[in-house]
């Protein structure tokens, strides 16, 4: 068969990040584009020094950072600044992955970590779709605890992304986290030995 590609996703505060956590300890290769879209500009990168180049050192903070709301506001104001963004950050990512994906076994299970997987219907992509569900409650009361937000902000967080109905339609597993973390990795176990098996 080769490589299985899935692809997982879930709504804010709905625990996909442990769920990757889980699956990268059962041996699967997690690609996470934010983590690696953030690597890509660290300091003493290429990329870091074109973005530099391209919007000046006022989008550094003082230790040599990007300064990432700073640029947000650019970018956010400028459609074709943002494009110059992307066009610095996006080949990047894509090389990156290239390399990760390179040196993964030819059998491996490689998990895309894509937040809007379903909101940009990217379900074609990948072989498996896999979906964390939790109930609304559930991921407004984690949302305020994480991100330290109220109650308003994170239901308008949880609201402006795709409604779990469609987020469940489609998925080929869906992970049910209305349970505690022991039921969460007993889950995500059950759902690595399918993966492998597909793989």
């Given at each position: 068969?080769?490589?299985?590609?899935?692809?997982?996703?879930?709504?804010?505060?709905s625990g996909k990040s442990e769920v990757s956590g889980c699956l990268?300890?059962?041996?699967?290769?997690?690609?996470?584009?934010?983590?690696?879209?953030?690597?890509?500009?660290?300091?003493?990168?290429?990329?870091?020094?074109?973005?530099?180049?391209?919007?000046?050192?006022?989008?550094?903070?003082?230790?040599?950072?990007?300064?990432?709301?700073?640029?947000?506001?650019?970018?956010?104001?400028?459609?074709?600044?943002?494009?110059?963004?992307?066009?610095?950050?996006?080949?990047?990512?894509?090389?990156?992955?290239?390399?990760?994906?390179?040196?993964?076994?030819?059998?491996?299970?490689?998990?895309?970590?894509?937040?809007?997987?379903?909101?940009?219907?990217?379900?074609?992509?990948?072989?498996?779709?896999?979906?964390?569900?939790?109930?609304?409650?559930?991921?407004?009361?984690?949302?305020?605890?994480?991100?330290?937000?109220?109650?308003?902000?994170?239901?308008?967080?949880?609201?402006?992304?795709?409604?779990?109905?469609?987020?469940?339609?489609?998925?080929?597993?869906?992970?049910?986290?209305?349970?505690?973390?022991?039921?969460?990795?007993?889950?995500?176990?059950?759902?690595?030995?399918?993966?492998?098996?597909?793989?």
């Amino acid at each position: 068969m080769g490589m299985l590609r899935v692809g997982l996703t879930g709504g804010i505060g709905s625990g996909k990040s442990e769920v990757s956590g889980c699956l990268a300890a059962h041996g699967a290769l997690v690609i996470d584009a934010d983590q690696i879209a953030r690597e890509v500009v660290e300091p003493g990168t290429p990329g870091l020094d074109e973005v530099v180049a391209e919007f000046g050192t006022d989008v550094l903070t003082p230790e040599g950072t990007l300064d990432r709301p700073k640029l947000g506001e650019i970018v956010f104001a400028d459609r074709e600044r943002l494009e110059r963004l992307n066009g610095i950050v996006h080949p990047r990512v894509g090389e990156r992955t290239e390399e990760l994906m390179e040196q993964a076994p030819p059998d491996a299970v490689v998990v895309y970590d894509v937040p809007l997987l379903v909101e940009n219907e990217l379900q074609a992509m990948y072989d498996v779709v896999v979906v964390v569900d939790t109930p609304e409650d559930a991921q407004i009361q984690r949302v305020m605890t994480n991100r330290d937000m109220t109650e308003e902000q994170a239901r308008a967080r949880v609201r402006a992304q795709a409604p779990r109905e469609r987020r469940r339609a489609a998925a080929d597993i869906v992970i049910d986290n209305s349970g505690g973390l022991d039921d969460l990795s007993r889950q995500v176990a059950d759902v690595w030995e399918r993966l492998r098996k597909r793989a």
